[in-house]
């Protein structure tokens, strides 16, 4: 067998070096062979300084795309982020450029934000942007708040400085110091007590906290608002400073206190008042005093904010779901409708009330009996009044991933079982009603899944044994509603004015 040259070997192993190479090239630089997975959204900065093309695009710390093109428009930066297509975003998803700790790279963050809000398409535009913060206007801000800190402190020097004012300043800090000894022995011997109240409010505030996870757009605006007022401190720290000339010129309330012996004397009676008061409340006496001292007045506050606790905990697990469903009845061509309205105090038991149109109508059965020359005739008639109504009145019970359910059902006694699959988004469930003796009872075989939050898919065999030639195989589509559902829709509608 012929041996390979040198020559063969060494050009052998240059090929497969350079497709090693070509495939780490592939990989580390994020390139793709066949179609693209990903999908454009793009938003408009105050400012992108330090953010340039290819770094990560990150949602709660995992990397979801990249940033594509970064170009100046209308005399903002804008911004294209390219993003997997398995991501899916809300339309009020918010945008922050952030940095990788003090000095590292700049990337971009997105904060997702209601979950029941619209998906946002490719192509669209991100409306809640957060730019980077400058760090050379952070640094002058801090300095010239430096400053006026500075001048604020000389000037309480200036205030206090001196004998008089060292001397009334000693003797405000002797009556505080007296005045907080005595509210810590007041605490020490009523720890008990307090801690109680505290456990109670703690548990209080924890409910309270549960509801405020419904309102984080209400939430938003205030840290909105909040951010507003910063700016503010600027201003604020210059009025103080006026404030302080006031005082140091002897104006106003403060600057008596500083300047005159009888005002000076006067807090110091305030102070003795404040003592006597906590002296009082360690005693037992007044509204306070009881409060602390009194084991049934801590007993009943206690007891009612445990109420309030029950009462939030019920009000979260008490639902309401408005539901409607169409099945097409596939023998008969036609659409039998419900109108539902479930009503669950608690996660394994709910009530249903409906309205059924069924195309095919209510059977109506008269008997009329003659007698004729000593002979009796009994006659039967059956008729189908078209345009009734059929209703549903039922309470169900579950267990686990069983559910049982008994009452009226299309305006006849009857019984049903539900059973839940894959997280309650697959139901399969049997009913059997109208037990009349002379036909077979009325038996049906469906099947709900719910592949999106308000809409789910229906199918199966309707009256399946049926011997009047009523049995139908039926697919529908139905649409269900919670009550926070209602709410949130109903408070995005715009009001005409």
């Known amino acids: 067998m012929k041996r390979l040259s040198v020559e063969a070997k060494v050009g052998f192993f ?7 190479l070509a495939y780490m090239s592939m990989k580390l630089g994020r390139l793709q062979y066949g179609p693209d997975e990903r999908y454009e959204v793009y938003g408009y900065f105050d400012s992108a300084e330090g953010l340039v093309k ?6 709660a710390g995992v990397e979801v795309g990249r940033v594509k093109d970064i170009t100046l428009e209308a005399g903002k930066a804008k911004v294209i982020l390219q993003l997997d297509r398995y991501v899916e975003i809300g339309e009020d998803v918010e945008a922050v450029i ?15 934000g209601l979950p029941q809000a619209p998906l946002m398409k490719p192509g669209g535009r991100i409306q809640q942007t957060v730019s980077p913060t400058n760090i050379d ?41 007296e005045l907080a000894q005595t509210l810590n022995e007041t605490v020490k011997r009523n720890q008990e007590n307090i801690n109680r109240t505290l456990d109670n409010f703690s548990f209080f505030s924890k409910d309270l906290r549960e509801i405020s996870g419904t309102n984080k757009e209400a939430l938003r605006e205030i840290v909105t608002n909040f951010r507003e007022a910063s700016s503010q401190l600027r201003e604020t720290i210059i009025a103080l400073n006026r404030i302080t000339e006031k005082i140091n010129s002897g104006e106003g309330t403060i600057g008596k206190l500083i300047h005159d012996e009888e005002t000076v004397e006067t807090m110091n009676q305030t102070l003795v008042a404040l003592r006597d008061i906590a002296e009082k409340i360690d005693r037992g006496e007044g509204t306070i005093g009881r ?36 099945e097409y009845l596939l023998d008969s061509e036609e659409v039998k409708s419900y109108y539902s309205l479930r009503i669950q105090p608690k996660e394994d038991k709910y ?14 059965r008269t008997v009329t009996t003659t007698t004729v020359g000593g002979v009796t005739t009994t006659e039967y008639k059956e008729e189908i009044e078209k345009d009734k109504l059929k209703f549903t009145a039922q309470i169900a019970k579950r267990y686990y991933d069983l559910g049982l359910r008994g009452g009226m059902f299309e305006s006849t006694g009857g019984v049903a079982a539900d059973y839940y699959l894959f997280d309650d988004r697959l139901v399969l ?12 009872p009325h038996l049906k075989f469906k099947m709900d899944y719910t592949p ?31 009550d926070q559902d209602l709410k949130t829709l109903i408070s995005g509608v715009p009001i005409p004015r």
Do not use: C, H
């Not at 469930?429 to 077979?440: H, V």
């Open 14 to 20: 240059v090929v497969i070096g350079i497709l090693i």
């Open 54 to 59: 290819g770094v990560p695009v990150q949602v």
């Open 98 to 112: 952030r940095t990788k700790g003090v000095l590292g790279d700049k990337y971009v963050e997105l904060v997702l």
């Open 137 to 177: 206007t952070l640094l002058q801000q801090l300095g010239s708040i430096g400053k006026d800190i500075k001048e604020l402190t000389g000037t309480f020097s200036g205030v206090l400085g001196g004998e008089e004012g060292k001397a009334s300043l000693k003797i405000i800090i002797d009556n505080l110091q």
């Open 291 to 326: 409060l602390v001292k009194d084991e049934e007045t801590v007993d009943n506050l206690n007891t009612t904010l445990s109420s309030i606790n029950e009462y939030l905990q019920k009000e979260q697990r008490f639902q309401t779901y408005i539901d409607y469903r169409g």
């Open 351 to 364: 009530y249903l009330l409906g309205i059924v149109d069924d195309p095919a109508g209510k059977k109506k």
């Open 429 to 440: 469930s049997m009913e059997a009603f109208d037990f009349d003796p002379d036909e077979n």
């Open 452 to 482: 999106f939050q308000f809409l789910y898919l229906t199918g199966g065999f309707d009256n399946f044994i049926s011997d009047e030639g009523k049995e139908s195989v039926f697919v529908g589509i139905g649409l269900q509603f919670s």
